[in-house]
């Protein structure tokens, strides 16, 4: 695993090396087809592998209240570390005054003149500095000057499109887990802490695990789903509700709501990671008990028969 550095790293480690640079949330498949590149163009010149990011979303400065992330900062520094053939995750810290330089103070403030990197592989779209003004081409001229390859790549395709964390949550909104499963390159994945619910699923023959998931990490879009709960290391069916149904509004405590199959046990305070494979059903208003009991009851009977 790689090993990671913090904002007050040593930036001679820089020197020489190999690196990526982005912000990478959801580190999908076009993300480590950049990253794959720097860490074969690290191994050609017997160099350090090196992931440049930042240790939070810059969106979450300048755009907080619209923000709908694939990942929270410790996952997408996480799953960075875990990349095959990366040897150091930088964490570069976001401030709006570091945002606020112009593109070539940003990269004298990134790299410095005494560590810049031997190759530095980008996505064609990247921008920095103030007003997002840096683009490619300043940068391919701050690396010629500095003696650094700028490795600019085209946004990876699949499916006749760019691969896009845009394009991800759009497809997780409308629920289209296993399109975006295909982009992410593996299922896309949901966590919260348990917390104390309602108490009407157990009274329905039916518990459920309550988390509450903030705002800018629910990227899914309302519905039920079936999906994978995996508790402490173990990995469960799971029929799972992710928001308010109609039926419980004014009254609901959580956001999303997991009926674990097959688990017994208090889970209150613990962490549960959500994985989603199939989305089942819109949210919906029950006439009766009754039809809310057999619908819920319907899903769960789909999951265990299909997961």
């Known amino acids: 695993m790689a090993t990671y550095r913090a904002k007050d790293f040593d930036a001679s480690l820089f020197a020489g090396a190999s690196c990526a640079f982005g912000v990478f949330d959801g580190v999908h498949a076009g993300h480590r087809f950049i990253i794959g590149e720097a860490v074969r163009k690290a191994r050609e010149l017997g160099a350090r592998a090196v992931v440049v990011t930042f240790d939070r979303d810059p969106d979450e400065v300048f755009a907080a209240g619209e923000l709908r992330k694939l990942m929270s900062n410790e996952q997408r520094l996480q799953a960075l570390c875990e990349l095959e053939g990366v040897d150091d995750v930088v964490a570069l810290a976001f401030t709006r005054d570091f945002a606020a330089l112009e593109p070539e103070a ?44 700028v490795a600019p790549h085209d946004l990876l395709e699949l499916d006749g499109a760019p691969v896009t964390a845009t394009r991800i949550r759009g497809l997780l909104q409308e629920g289209a887990v296993g ?66 149904s109609p039926t419980f509004e004014g009254v609901a405590l959580a956001n999303v709501e997991a009926h674990i199959l097959d688990f017994s046990g208090d889970l209150y305070g613990d962490v549960v990671e959500l994985e989603f494979m199939s989305w089942l059903r819109p949210m919906m208003t029950f006439a009766t008990l009754e039809d809310l009991i057999s619908t819920v009851n319907g899903n769960i009977a789909w999951v265990r028969e299909n997961l």
């Open 179 to 244: 399109q975006a499963a295909r982009l992410l390159g593996a299922p896309y994945r949901m966590a919260g802490v348990v917390q104390p619910g309602r108490g009407e699923g157990r009274d329905m023959g039916f518990r459920t695990a309550n988390l509450h998931v903030p705002d800018e990490l629910r990227a899914l879009g309302d519905g039920v789903y079936a999906a994978y709960a995996h508790v402490g290391g173990v990995r469960y069916k799971a029929a799972v509700s992710v928001g308010v």
């Open 106 to 149: 940003f990269l004298e403030r990134a790299f410095g003149d005494a560590h810049v990197p031997a190759a530095l592989f980008v996505g064609r779209d990247f921008r920095f500095g103030a007003r997002a003004s840096g683009d490619v081409g300043v940068l391919e001229r701050w690396g010629a000057r500095h003696g650094m390859l």
